[in-house]
């Protein structure tokens, strides 16, 4: 018996969610009382994943694994799966593990639970607590299988340091033709952006701005901030901003330690969509636009005074905090 | 608006057997106020208007322009009780040909995976378009579920499709940008804002809704799942303290929150 975490890797490094993953998945094997077994696909360092409670890592080196292959890593994970005899089998939300989990799932004939979180209240019978009706609740799942995938929501467990004595191996994995019936084509990457899944900070600006030509405020204060640009999605409709800026129930969700809403009304559904963000700031000219109930800290004032001192007082901020 | 419109193109030459699939699902509004009953077991349907999931609107819209512009049929399906007939009703009113109601309380997403799959090897759809999640329970799992037990290929989170014969270019959405897959017919793709635009959506018209009441529904009895997971109780979001309202003309005083109490920065 064991718990598997896949912990993802880009271009070797793993990803900020693969330790947030084998964090949660060490204390799941603690309640389980079993070991954690961590997999990775072509990790540079894999040896890193032991600073976060993996006893066993178990690292793929496959040329044919370098881009992100959705059903074929579904086979790799499962292959590890069956023969480390995993009951629990944990995966993170990025873009990559939202489309990996069913897949994984189904291949082990194994319950999924996603927007997992928590660890399980209970382990007999299995229960988990996960996101639902767009962050505007949670619902508390029963898984009945014996095998169980739990895809962990961003941001939700955290970090956490616990060094433990490793063993690392190589793993082959048997892959077929058929697990790449979808091939990777292109990549294209928002240059030089922090994106809105890594960010621990978003600045994220509505209609509020008046027009696109007002963004430069924006793109200065999330430079400041080393944060993610998003935006409201009649913003992103109007062709202000990208899509890939919009945010909300219909567009990404936002887990970050700190969103900062300029000009945003804080309609339901925007809200609905940046709820697990931990603390949110809003700055709105009107007193009484409904995101002011959402926010932990507000101003009311306008965005074009506002925005630009906010930007000068943080330069200085982050010069005397360096 | 128009409905019917058929560009006969080269294309279609190639394409002319493209069965399409759609899957709606049937979802309290985007504004509706989240409650439960039962002692917070039972989801509150007291006052809930009921649409179709955004995500499967989007798709659905998608599904039309290749009726349009490339010819195909559209089947939409749900798996629900009666009460989500008048969802399905909107779909045929927007454009689809027919619908299948598959006859069962939609307990889990495995359970309504297995029963779109039932249908869809009996019909033999080979373009199946889903949500890329649906804004109840957002669990984001049917249609990987569905792919698999299909054994067809499938695209997540799609933004972008093109088919040509049997090839298909599909854009997903990554964190950070966007990836141009490869792939081939039969598939299924869970698609998302993007697929179509905003502008894009259609209204229905009166003479769509008109049509809608002629066109076939049929019902189709559940096949027998065993569940792999239960709801069993539900939490509302714990209650916010009030927001600390700082004053326009004191800018450190929201740097030294945010960095002593708040510690985020
Ligand atoms: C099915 C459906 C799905 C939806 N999904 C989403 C979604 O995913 N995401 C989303 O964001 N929306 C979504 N919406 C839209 C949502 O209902 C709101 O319309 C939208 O969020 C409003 O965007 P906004 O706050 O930018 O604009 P507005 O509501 O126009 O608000 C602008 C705000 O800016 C303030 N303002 C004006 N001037 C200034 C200034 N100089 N300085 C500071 N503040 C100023 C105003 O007081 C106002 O509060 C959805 C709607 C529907 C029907």
Redesign the interface.
Known sequence: MSVLVFAETSEGQYKKVAFEATSYGAKVAELLQTNLVALSINAKDASQLSTYGATKILNVKNEKLTSFN??AFAEVVSQVAKSEAATVVIIDS???G??L???V???LQ??????VVGIPSTTN?F?V?R???????????????SVKVIGLAKNAFGIFENTVETTLADFNPALSDADF??????????SG?V????A??VVSAGRGLKGPENWGMIEELAQV?GAATACS?PVS?LDWRD??E?VG???KQVAA??YIAIGISGA??HL?GI?SS??K??INTDPEAPF???????????AF??VP??VE??KI?KQN?A | MKLHLFYPTKQQKTIKNMKLLVCISHVPDTTSKINFTEGDTKFDTNGVQYVINPHDEYCLTRALWFKEKQGASITVITVGTQLVEPTLRKALAIGADDAIRVDAEPKEAFFVAQQIADVAKKEGYNLILTGRESIDYNGGMVPGFLAASLNYNFVNACIGVEIEGQNVTATREIDGGSEVLATTLPIVLAGQKGIVEEKDLRIPNMRGIMMARQKPLKVVPAIEVILNSTTVGFEKLPLKSACKLVSPDNIDELINLLHTEAKVI
Request: charged fraction near 20%; glycine fraction near 4%.
């Open positions: 959705a059903k990025s873009s990559n939202l489309y989990a069913p897949l799932a189904f291949k194994a319950a999924l639970a996603s927007n019978p229960v607590k996101k639902a009706f767009s962050n505007k609740a949670f619902c508390l799942t029963a898984l009945s299988t019936g979808v091939s990777s084509k292109q990549i294209i990457k928002t952006k994106s809105i899944a890594d621990d900070i901030l999605k409709d899509h890939a919009h129930q219909t567009g330690n700190l339901i559904q609905a709820n931990k603390v700031v809003v002011f109930k959402a926010a932990d800290y507000g101003i009311v004032g306008d005074e506002v001192k906010l007082k943080l901020f905090n």
